[in-house]
Nanobody
């Protein structure tokens, strides 16, 4: 099973992007789907997650600007990013968590916010 992230790119400040992450094979009992990001020279940080029941969680830095959603049938998680800022520039990684010690990571997609 592999996770394929897509949708990154170069966008001007204030612009929008929509990231997608889909599993290539079958994964059962996904508890949490989430997004993390890593900026140059910084540690990977949590961005947002959506629990199996639909509850969503956001980092304070993206609240009100980003929206996470999922399609269980397609085993896909999305991240709609609006009002992008230069500090949102990072490689974005998706994560599917099943249980302790058992999760999957996507390969990352670059998001660059610059004028």
């Amino acid at each position: 099973v592999q996770l394929q992230a897509s949708g990154g790119g170069l966008v001007q400040p204030g612009g929008s992007l929509r990231l997608s992450c889909a599993a290539s094979g079958s994964i059962f009992s996904i508890k949490v789907m989430g997004w993390y990001r890593q900026a140059p020279g910084k540690q990977r940080e949590f961005v947002s997650s959506i629990i199996s029941g639909g509850t969503t969680i956001y980092a304070d830095s993206v609240k009100g600007r980003f929206t996470i959603s999922k399609d269980n049938a397609k085993m896909t998680v999305y991240l709609q990013m609006n009002s992008l800022k230069p500090e949102d520039t990072a490689v974005y990684y998706c994560n599917f968590y099943l249980r302790p010690g058992y999760d999957y990571w996507g390969q990352g997609t670059q998001v660059t916010v610059s004028s």
